[in-house]
């Protein structure tokens, strides 16, 4: 209980980021508002008169500006309570875009908004101190004791049994494949981002890890990891909409960081069983709100279809097959009211 | 944080109270449906046969069993925890139509009753621990300090205001007007129920309370303000939809008596900051997951409505208006499957 300065730093730039992130996309759209008034094409038609548009580039530096923010945030405070602030990125992109787009916020969305907030005060106030690292060294002890190993190993052979067997067969019939395979792979991901952050963070304070070969083996596995869990990501919200994936991938992904930085980074230790039950209770709730969010975001949707945003997903998913360019599908994508806030979880891979 | 003996006991008792009162609206309905099913008339429409049916009064008894095992809790633990653990009997009637009565649960409400069970753990684990009592007279001491003598008279003084000023005026347009009225009793009920209680257990552990005037005096107390409360309740509900009228009912009354409880009882004393905060936070949760039920009960009933149970809402309102039978409103209300949950606010009058 109580925060400490180092959690503290983390909490804040948690914070930041999903201002920014949340913003972003409130930003972006409203650039792509403008664009298509300007030129009668909107992106999701195949217009991209939206780059010559300020107001969008705005956006993606916010964007670029909370995701910097996030990654630096691992680097202070553990992952058990920055992941799930994630989830406050929703909030903010909700309650923006009830202001600003007018898009009116469903009563239970709103709701789930306070629920959200409430989940993450729980989660805060019962977060456990991050550990003080001296080098990448001590990390590296970390991520190879038994345990681990032994969670590594494990979602290995998970991954390796979901690509090859399971994702050929069901893959296109089954939202819990490909979803799990990033799910999976992002657990990694926080963690590798982590020691990374932490490393160049050390770094940063004078105590040189780049002359490590550890620093370097980190910054690969984030380097694989991060590419597999965009792929699988694209794959799964290419096969399925949107509103499933999001929902069941936040899930999953956030339990399962949590799970693998509780092994790592053993938050756990020396907390007492009231305190980690308060964590998991608040970690529920934030799922909950944001679960709710989503759910009620779809009855608005279902509704009262506003035609303002270009793009359903299925159309920007046709669009975005076989193409690389991620920001080109995130932008698509974004610019539909309720697509904006489930997108966030995309960039929010680490 | 740490459960005492005391909050112990008075935990098991509230859990067991939600319970019993839970099941015993799904008892009820079950009778009422066999009653219905044997004379072809339902309650709803003016039919008594329900009083012929065995299992109507298990379900009776069951419900007062639970009411008792409300009223010993707040002998043994404080306001603050027992209180809102009363949305668990929402929960449990959910859970057993669903089963029982296979009335499907709504998926959000499923997420409503799960996070109900998250914010009572939070507040179970926060709890403060109940003070040691042992004579009526300190319990009229903490009810004559100044501070909650304050709160008593701004009670009083809004409750005249609403009574005499606005019930008249806009009482029948104004759903807070009733709903206000009853709430501000309903957190003198249950201070004084707390008193009456703690001296009843008193008495029966040897220490005889019945001997000081102030026992008496606070089972008049408790007298008045259940009555008035009821009355008031009564009204309200004859005035509006359940559905509007209970959840705006359970989160007044539920602030207003935790509110009254930390001032008399100073239970969060002693209490460090964030506990206080995780409290407030847990309370939020189980109001917001209570708010959520309610809703999404409303959302299933106006999409697949069920014949099944005997009377609408107004209906059974309209039968009881000057009618002072409250078992029998109670009864023609529960029926309908929306309306069993809300009904058991109206029990938990304490």
């Excluded at 969008?56 to 996030?70: D, K, L, R, S």
């Excluded at 049994?161 to 490909?178: D, E, K, M, Q, S």
């Excluded at 039950?277 to 279902?302: P, Q």
């Excluded at 998913?317 to 360019?325: F, M, Q």
Aim: charged fraction near 15%; include cysteine.
């Amino acid at each position: 209980m109580g925060l400490s300065k180092e959690n503290l730093k983390g909490l804040i730039l948690a914070l930041v980021s999903s201002g920014f992130i949340g913003a972003s996309f409130i930003i972006k759209k409203q650039g792509l508002r403008r664009a298509a008034a300007v030129s009668g094409v909107r992106a999701g038609v195949g217009g991209y008169y939206y780059l010559l548009e300020p107001l969008w580039w705005v956006g993606m530096i916010t964007m670029i500006v909370g995701e910097v923010a996030n990654f630096v945030a691992y680097a202070f405070a553990p992952a058990v309570l920055v992941t799930p602030l994630g989830a406050l990125s929703i909030i903010v992109s909700a309650v923006l875009a009830d202001i600003i787009l007018k898009e009116k916020l469903h009563n239970l969305g709103i709701l789930g908004c306070i629920m959200c907030i409430a989940g993450s005060v729980i989660i805060v106030i019962h977060a456990p101190k991050e550990q003080p690292i001296n080098s990448v060294l001590e990390i590296m002890h970390m991520a190879t004791q038994p345990a681990f190993l032994a969670y590594v190993g494990s979602v290995i052979v998970l991954v390796f049994i979901l690509v090859f067997h399971f994702a050929p067969r069901c893959g296109h019939t089954n939202v819990l494949v490909f979803t799990g395979i990033c799910s999976l792979m992002g657990s990694l991901s926080v963690m590798s981002v982590k020691a990374l952050g932490t490393s160049l963070k050390l770094t940063f304070e004078g105590k040189n890890q780049l002359i490590y070969p550890e620093t370097w083996f980190f910054m690969l596995v984030v380097a694989i990891c991060v590419i597999m869990q965009m792929n699988y990501l694209n794959k799964a919200l290419d096969t399925f909409n949107t509103a499933i994936v999001s929902p069941i991938y936040y899930v999953m992904f956030t339990t399962l960081t949590i799970l693998a930085s509780v092994i790592m980074f053993k938050d756990w230790d020396g907390q007492s069983g009231g305190t980690i039950v308060s964590e998991i209770c608040g970690f529920i709730v934030v799922l909950s709100g944001t679960i709710m969010l989503h759910a009620t975001k779809d009855l608005e949707r279902s509704s009262s279809f506003r035609g303002s945003g270009p793009s359903s997903p299925s159309l920007s998913a046709r669009l975005y097959t076989g193409n690389g360019d991620m920001l080109l599908k995130q932008d698509e994508e974004n610019v539909s009211p309720s697509e904006s806030n489930m997108c966030s979880r995309r960039q929010e891979l680490y």
